[in-house]
């Protein structure tokens, strides 16, 4: 099938890639002149493992281009929207710019019969108004939301846990049209769910909203480990045998980040309150302020390992990503410990093994070190921001002993060993742990 994707960010590199990868002929358009060329070189603009295979071979198969020509949808059978859709500058609302300037610059080029599959996380309600514009020129808007964890979304695209496609009243056509687009996912048993348009905007988020307050969740147990001298991985690991609850997500630390939850969550707080609604996710607000809290705890412990003061005392931070397996720093809480120890006057080098672009280019004042032996020569404390498996695997401390000048490490992940680490001779301070 001929299919557009018009937005090339991470969601829509990422689809145009994998869609061709399964057999489709995918044009990728974008306003973004410099991207729409590195992608047409075969280049990844971002971090994501597998990405830059798929795009390569999709190129050289003929089966994937990239344009600033929205022009070149035409013919196109669907046409994904993949857009940005930020927090709003002046509240916690989504921006919907970018996904209505992408349905206009679409609707000249629209034949009847065409689908609009939205896969962008917008507000419950966004999709039956846009559905009327797509409506008058014969096409029909269905929403299809995605569900990638960076790091993994290459194969989160091709082979999905599960796929939601919302359509209008009666429009089953559309549904079809979709399940033939995933028919290799289909095929394997991938669970094919059919809603209304607002169920599908709703599961998106939900979903994201159920994820944070889970991380919170065990982030909130921490707090009352750190009074009661409870061990919070042990607390975990008990909780999380029971089936109901599950062990994954329940990893204390400094807490969530990324493009994705903490704007998601905001966002569906101010819209349940344009709902009249917002007592009904009034504990997200909560869930946001408990993720924040955290970040302020790793830099207490740092400014504690240092006999509380961190003035003109080099720190290492191993880590600037959000999480592994990504290069991306929006609202990144590792990164954001960095800057906040910066501000107490502490000498910091950051180093991560795909991020320090990104990091320095958000966060110049910083001082950044590929090397992450070089990071930590003579460092007074080292934290543990990012569980990368060379800092939280590979790096044992008899070797860091070697390196630095203190023996003070904070693991804000709670990713390392601590027997292992206090054995060695360093004072270890985790989250949530005695």
Not at 30 to 45: N, Q
Request: charge should be negative; aromatic fraction near 6%; charged fraction near 25%.
């Amino acid at each position: 099938m001929r299919l557009s994707v018009v937005g090339c960010g991470y969601l829509g590199a990422v689809h145009a890639a994998a869609m061709a990868s399964i057999g489709h002929e995918v044009v990728g358009i974008d306003v973004d002149g410099r991207k729409i060329e590195a992608l047409s070189r075969g280049e990844a603009p971002f971090f994501e493992p597998g990405l830059p295979s798929i795009l390569s071979d999709g190129i050289a198969s003929g089966r994937l281009a990239f344009t600033t020509d929205v022009a070149a949808a035409r013919g196109a059978k669907v046409h994904f929207i993949g857009v940005g859709t930020p927090q709003q500058k002046d509240g916690d609302a989504a921006d919907l710019t970018f996904v209505n300037a992408a349905i206009d610059s679409l609707l000249p080029h629209l034949s009847p019969g065409d689908v609009v599959a939205g896969k962008s996380t917008v507000p419950v309600g966004t999709a039956a108004s846009l559905a009327l514009r797509v409506e008058r020129t014969g096409a029909r808007l269905v929403w299809n939301p995605e569900f990638l964890r960076e790091g993994f979304a290459v194969k989160d695209t091709i082979d999905p846990d599960r796929l939601v496609v919302g359509v209008g009243v009666g429009d089953n056509a559309s549904a079809e049209v979709l399940r033939e687009v995933y028919a290799p996912a289909v095929d394997k048993g991938t669970p094919f769910i059919v809603t209304d348009l607002a169920t599908a905007e709703l599961v998106k988020v939900a979903a994201n909203a159920f994820l944070a307050t889970k991380i919170s969740f065990i982030n909130a147990m921490a707090e009352i480990a750190e009074v009661t001298g409870a061990d919070v991985t042990q607390l975990a690991d008990a909780i999380g045998h029971d089936v109901r609850i599950g062990r994954r997500f329940l990893g204390a630390g400094i807490g969530f980040g990324g493009g994705c939850l903490p704007k998601d969550i905001r966002a569906f707080s101010a819209r349940a309150e344009e709902l009249g609604r917002g007592e009904s996710v009034a504990f997200l607000r909560e869930v946001d302020e408990i993720n924040l809290r955290r970040r302020d705890r790793a830099v207490q412990l740092a400014v504690d390992a240092l006999g509380g003061s961190v003035f003109n005392k080099k720190i290492a931070v191993l880590g600037a990503a959000f999480k592994p397996h990504s290069d991306d720093v929006r609202d990144s809480p590792a990164l954001d410990v960095a800057v906040r120890l910066y501000g107490l006057g502490a000498s910091v080098v950051v180093t991560d093994p795909e991020a320090i672009d990104n990091a320095r280019r958000a966060h110049p004042q910083l001082t950044y070190e590929s090397s992450r032996d070089e990071t930590i020569r003579d460092a007074e404390a080292v934290i543990l921001v990012t569980e990368w498996d060379e800092y939280r695997r590979q790096l044992s401390p008899e070797h860091a002993s070697t390196l630095t000048s203190g023996r003070a490490i904070v693991d804000g992940r709670n990713g390392l060993d601590a027997a292992a680490w206090r054995a060695a001779g360093w004072r270890y301070y985790g989250m949530g742990r005695p």
